[in-house]
């Protein structure tokens, strides 16, 4: 029976948390309450919301930037990606020896996660549409943003599997090498074209919190700790 009231009150109010953009008190008549504003609900205005659809910006072309080749002893398998949440950092197995590495950035606190994904489609400066959670947490984002250098997917984006995570570029060379992310994975925009480029679809990508430790000590004596790196090739118009 309180499931079915709750239901009922869901349907009829809505949720705080839904598509609606706002959430509606109950009604209120001759009836005061701090909680819902006072009298009535007549004066409560729907919550801002972003635009339908916003535009990304210019599309310049992009070159590739060519990683470094580092000893990389493992199992992975050879085509596969490999990330280290910890080291901030991505290789493309070319070998059972060597990977090509690339910094990249990861998930914030909250946001980082562990696991097999495979690579299921490539997108050239994708469109953007930000979940709904995230537009709610702030309004002024749009439904859609379109490709462009002002969209935070950078150049070229691969998507995992049919999560919401995707290895994509940045326009903000600056956030590489930190906690930045709501989980997935930035890449300068030269670093991401140069990866699509070597990388099929269906490739298996294997995130962990960390390499195992001898994994990691040869990595190590091999890479300079991270820093923010800044992509210093201009981009040059289409």
């Not at 659809?53 to 990389?72: N, Y």
């Not at 690339?102 to 690579?119: C, D, H, L």
């Not at 859609?144 to 940045?170: D, F, Q, W």
């Amino acid at each position: 029976m309180m499931l079915a009231t709750a239901g009922a009150a869901h349907a009829q109010w809505g949720s705080p948390y839904g598509r609606g953009g706002y959430y509606q008190g109950p009604p209120s008549q001759g009836f005061f309450s701090p909680f819902w504003g006072g009298w009535g609900d007549d004066d409560y205005r729907p919550r801002a919301r972003g635009p339908a659809v916003r535009s990304g910006g210019d599309r310049p072309a992009i070159e590739a930037l060519q990683p470094h080749t580092i000893a990389f002893p493992s199992s992975y398998p050879v085509g596969s990606i490999v990330i280290d949440s910890k080291g901030r950092q991505l290789f493309l197995v070319t070998s059972a020896t060597e990977a090509l590495h690339y910094p990249i950035s990861v998930g914030r606190e909250g946001f980082a996660w562990a696991g097999t994904q495979t690579i299921s489609r490539k997108a050239e400066w994708p469109d953007w549409h930000p979940p709904e959670e995230m537009r709610y947490r702030d309004w002024r984002l749009p439904e859609k943003m379109t490709g462009g250098i002002k969209n935070p997917l950078g150049a070229m984006a691969l998507y995992l599997g049919n999560s919401l995570y995707r290895i994509h570029g940045t326009n903000d060379p600056n956030s590489i090498g930190r906690a930045a992310s709501s989980g997935c994975f930035r890449m300068l925009n030269g670093h991401i074209v140069d990866l699509a480029s070597r990388v099929d679809i269906g490739a298996t990508v294997t995130v962990v919190h960390r390499l195992p430790a001898e994994l990691e000590k040869v990595v190590a004596e091999q890479v300079a700790p991270l820093k923010p790196v800044v992509d210093t090739k201009r981009a040059r118009r289409s």
